[in-house]
């Protein structure tokens, strides 16, 4: 069969899709990852190259609106988060927060008509595509909805793949019981105002299958998931983080314990220099303890904290995959790649959730798993960063912990063992 991966345009969204997808080729199915330079990540299109898949450019970023402009920049303290717990009671309103940032965040894939009637790249390009192609299946990123359209129109059986907690169907859910209750005064689903003109452009209808998909892939442990009336199919996320020469420091041991600081993928070029990370303060207290401090800074970073402890490796870029298996714990900001890295090789972890979806979830899971330590990300200071990593790699539960976390992602079915399940639903729901 043809498969059609749609995914928005960052790197930390495309990596969880890989395996599957090699697991698709392997098999014998044809594959695309359809997706387009965005104003986070325009190499994104390189990167599916690199991963030894079929790239199909939706748009450039020239083509596209500014509507990711004031959540992509160097984000500020205060700005509102689309991260929410979505364990939390309803009443919280944090999730209405992150439902009217994706409102505008949504009108990327459909922007307003200028005078000349310009088109819309994404959802347009996406439908002329699969007209053309025919797929089969199309398997799309939660924040990628002209993807379901493209599946309708097309005649292909479609399903969403989720890399994180569904933070999507949960406001969905949500906003579902506001509608039915008098008291909240809400007359429209606020998702209507950019979903609705696309679904008309097509001649389709407002509905869940076109918000959840006809059935959920799910790439997140399972005790993180919110607990959802859908259709569910487990995948273990085995972790993908790019493709990159094995460099030569990486070909013997590490002589004393590795410890590895990530920022991740595209967080780093999100958040800048608020972070609110103490690095160079940090890398001052850890200068005297005998372990191998490998920090990914780019060149921005690294101006900010000068010269470098001897014990401090600064890396633009290494694929956790690469440095992980001899590495004693990772501080990281608690994005979802990171966090399954650190699981796969059975890694104790130190999380300062910087919180855009579900990183405090992320934090606290960890904690409970005994997997590792939360720092507070509103009071990072450098004595209880040091304390904690001391803990992480001394005290021989958090060992333990990250075992148990392993042992937990090893009880979903591998992305080859989903690959016939996958036949049978697309021939079930063409």
Same mark, same amino acid.
């Given at each position: 069969?043809?498969?059609? #991966?749609?995914? #928005? ?44 898949? !079929?790239?199909?450019?939706?748009? !450039? ?37 992150? &439902? ?18 310009? &088109? ?5 390009? *996406?439908?002329?595509? =699969?007209?053309?192609?025919? %797929?089969?299946?199309? *398997? ?10 493209? =599946?309708?129109?097309s005649g292909a059986a479609h399903a969403r793949l989720v890399w994180g907690m569904d933070n999507i169907a949960v406001i969905h859910e949500r906003t579902k019981r506001e509608l039915a209750d008098p008291a909240a005064e809400l007359t429209e689903h606020p998702w209507l105002s950019w979903l609705g003109p696309m679904l008309e452009r097509y001649g389709l209808e407002f509905g869940d299958e076109m918000l959840l998909g006809q059935w959920t892939l799910d790439l997140t442990q399972s005790r993180m998931r919110a607990p959802l009336d859908l259709t569910h199919v487990p995948v273990r996320r085995v972790p993908y983080t790019g493709s990159a020469v094995l460099p030569g420091w990486l070909h013997t041991p590490p002589q004393r314990p590795r410890v590895v600081l990530s920022l ?13 990370? %103490?690095?160079? $303060?940090? #890398? ?29 490796? =600064? ?29 796969? #090789?059975?890694? %104790? ?9 579900? $990183?405090?979830? !992320? ?7 005994? =997997? ?27 060992? *333990? ?6 042992? $937990? ?19 079930? &729901?063409?």
């Open positions: 069969m043809r498969v059609l #991966f749609t995914i #928005f345009p960052a790197t930390a969204h495309l990596y969880p899709v890989v395996p599957l997808a090699w697991a698709l080729q392997s098999a014998g199915h044809e594959v695309v990852v359809a997706s387009h330079a965005g104003v986070v990540d325009p190499g994104v299109i390189d990167n599916i190259a690199a991963a030894g898949l !079929t790239a199909v450019p939706l748009g !450039t970023p020239e083509e596209l609106p500014a509507a990711l402009g004031p959540h992509t920049g160097d984000a500020k303290p205060d700005r509102p988060s689309l991260g929410f717990d979505a364990h939390e009671a309803e009443d919280t309103g944090s999730w209405r927060t992150a &439902r009217s940032i994706l409102t505008g965040m949504f009108r990327l894939h459909y922007p307003e008509p200028d005078e000349a009637g310009a &088109r819309r790249p994404v959802l347009d390009n *996406l439908v002329d595509f =699969a007209r053309v192609w025919r %797929p089969d299946l199309v *398997l799309w990123d939660p924040l990628m909805f002209p993807a379901p359209i493209a =599946a309708r129109v991740g993928v595209s967080r780093r070029k999100i958040f800048g220099k608020y972070s609110g990370f %103490p690095m160079r $303060e940090f #890398f001052d207290s850890v200068s005297a303890l005998d372990i191998e401090v490998v920090a990914t800074l780019n060149s921005r970073q690294l101006d900010t904290v000068g010269t470098l402890p001897g014990n401090v490796r =600064a890396v633009e870029y290494v694929p956790l995959n690469q440095v992980l298996p001899t590495s004693s714990a990772i501080i990281h900001h608690g994005g979802g790649g990171t966090f399954a890295s650190a699981v796969a #090789f059975r890694v %104790p972890q130190l999380v300062m959730p910087l919180v855009m979806w579900d $990183e405090m979830v !992320t934090g606290r899971y960890v904690a409970d798993m005994g =997997a590792g330590l939360v720092a507070d990300p509103d009071a990072l200071e450098v004595a209880g960063l040091h304390k904690q990593l001391v803990r992480l790699l001394e005290e021989p539960s958090f060992q *333990l912990g990250a075992r148990a976390l392993h042992d $937990e992602m090893l009880a979903a079915p591998a992305p080859k063992d989903v690959v016939p399940l996958l036949e049978r639903l697309t021939a079930e &729901r063409r």
